[in-house]
């Protein structure tokens, strides 16, 4: 069965700094991964996605994130965090089951420091 | 285009009082969604259809019943509401992967749901 998990729930970055969100998923094929992000009081937009083909994926808003078969990761980076980063970020993985069934990790919370 | 749309965005019902969620998308999507999220639980999957006329139980179904009589209309009910049901509650529509390849999902801003 599928499985996602994000080992912080929380975490704190001063303005400028980089940004690494951890992702590890569980799933028997290769996955479809994907990271979203949710503003306060907002539903959740996509960021970026990976189908296949390279490994690094360029998203909105200056994110990144990278997919590791060996490490069984996708991990979410932004070189440079703005203050307007600051929201919840879930980690989500897909198959193709009867439907497109996405299941979502529990989300890391990002907060950022002036 | 509005995109997903929820309504109502706020609503607090008593135990045992009954209520719909009403969910429109006019991207065309097939496929629409209908999720819960509690506290340190992401999104957990309640019911889903994969077009007009069909519903299927996703992950935590019980308590609720959905309907999607229009393709653009996905429909949540709670017969007999719960304090366990007090959660947010969010709906969510994508294409399919066998017809475009990709199958991302568009949000709606979620409707805050209080069962006393």
């Known amino acids: 069965a599928q499985s996602v998990t994000q080992p912080d729930i929380h975490i704190t970055v001063s303005e400028g700094a980089s940004l690494e969100l951890r992702c590890n998923y569980s799933y028997g094929a290769t996955p479809y991964l994907f990271w979203y992000v949710q503003s306060p009081g907002q539903g959740l937009q996509l960021l970026l996605k990976?189908?296949?083909?390279?490994?690094l994926v360029q998203g909105i808003k200056g994110f990144e994130a990278e997919f590791k078969r060996s490490q069984s990761s996708f991990n979410l980076r932004k070189p440079s965090v703005h203050w307007s980063d600051a929201a919840e970020y879930f980690c989500a993985v897909g198959a193709k089951t009867s439907y497109d069934k996405v299941i979502f990790g529990p989300g890391t919370s990002l907060s950022v420091i002036p | 285009n509005a995109g997903v749309t929820q309504t109502p965005k706020f609503r607090v019902l008593k135990t045992g009082q009954s209520m719909t969620l009403l969910c429109a998308q006019d991207?065309?999507?097939?496929?629409m969604y209908w999720y819960r999220q509690d506290p340190g639980m992401g999104l957990r999957l309640i019911h889903y259809?994969?077009?007009?006329?069909?519903?299927a139980k996703g992950e935590v179904p019980d308590g609720y019943n959905v309907s999607r009589l229009k393709k653009q209309n996905f429909l949540l009910g709670l017969e007999s509401a719960a304090p366990s049901q007090t959660s947010v509650y969010f709906c969510?529509?994508?294409?399919?992967?066998?017809?475009?390849?990709?199958?991302?999902?568009?949000f709606g801003p979620g409707t805050r749901l209080t069962v006393t």
């Open positions: 991207m065309n999507h097939e496929y």
């Open positions: 259809s994969v077009g007009e006329g069909t519903t």
């Open positions: 969510a529509s994508s294409y399919s992967l066998r017809t475009s390849g990709s199958y991302e999902q568009y």
């Open positions: 990976y189908f296949s083909g390279d490994t």
